[in-house]
């Protein structure tokens, strides 16, 4: 199936391990130039370097998308390199859980600069590039558990929810100029922070830890960044044209509220 895509730009932040760096390469994949952005300088000239040995035409700016100048320079740098952007993929963040009276306000703090203001910024930059040029695609990731919170889900289930209302909000705003805003409500999924947990909590191996967490998923394991990349890059194309303002919950069915 055609999507659509070729020589569409993207620009992922966190693109350098799991959901991010999975989407990067599908849109990659689809002949579409890639913006990624992320903090280790390293790892993201790694993932670029892989990318450009694929031949893809690709942008690598570090960037800590807690800060608002370097989201600038990043969007800048897009601009600057492509002339437009169609698809921002608000991807970056962390699973910060804890107790509510163990959460202190350095937390939150951490936790809503990354993620909702992080969103915020990258939209009120990327909207008018994609006005100008008569339309673009923005998808935030989120996770179920924003639409249905639990006890010790604090501060991710809140500004997650954060990023539920920005994604509607923000696609009756822009609906008139052809920007389609949408989000992904993401449930288990395999990442580089399970790998840490993994190693941090001092798990026999990787399959054991997969197999406790997955539990109480109905389908019995966990996603692969792989399959959230392929919903994210449906999102953006031709076929998803009539699709805004929606939530997908990508979560092994996981959820109890659709």
């Not at 399959?227 to 044209?241: R, T």
Request: glycine share 12%.
């Amino acid at each position: 199936m055609e999507l659509g895509l070729k020589g569409k730009i993207a620009a992922i932040t966190g693109g350098t391990e799991g959901i991010g760096r999975a989407t990067a390469f599908r849109f990659a994949e689809e002949g579409a130039s890639v913006a990624i952005c992320a903090r280790r300088a390293d790892v993201l000239e790694q993932t670029a370097g892989e990318l450009r040995g694929k031949g893809v035409d690709v942008l690598a700016v570090p960037a800590d998308v807690s800060r608002p100048r370097d989201i600038e320079r990043f969007m800048d740098a897009i601009i600057q390199r492509f002339g437009r952007i169609d698809v921002l993929v608000n991807n970056a963040g962390t699973s910060a859980r804890g107790r509510f009276l163990e959460t202190d306000d350095a937390t939150w703090d951490a936790d809503i600069e990354l993620k909702v203001f992080g969103a915020i910024r990258c939209s009120r930059l990327a909207i008018p590039h994609m006005k100008k040029q008569g339309g673009g695609r923005i998808i935030n990731i989120t996770i179920s558990s924003a639409k249905q919170p639990g006890a010790g889900s604090m501060p991710t289930s809140v500004s997650r929810a954060a990023g539920l209302a920005i994604t509607k909000a923000l696609s009756k705003e822009f609906a008139a100029d052809n920007i389609l805003v949408n989000t992904i409500c993401i449930g288990k999924i395999k990442s580089g922070q399970h790998e840490r947990r993994i190693k941090r909590d001092g798990w026999k191996s990787p399959e054991e830890y997969y197999a406790q967490v997955s539990k109480d998923i109905p389908m019995g394991r966990l996603g692969e960044s792989e399959e959230v990349a392929n919903v994210i890059a449906f999102l953006a194309s031709d076929a998803a044209s009539y699709v805004t303002g929606s939530s997908i919950n990508l979560d092994g069915g996981i959820s109890g509220v659709l």
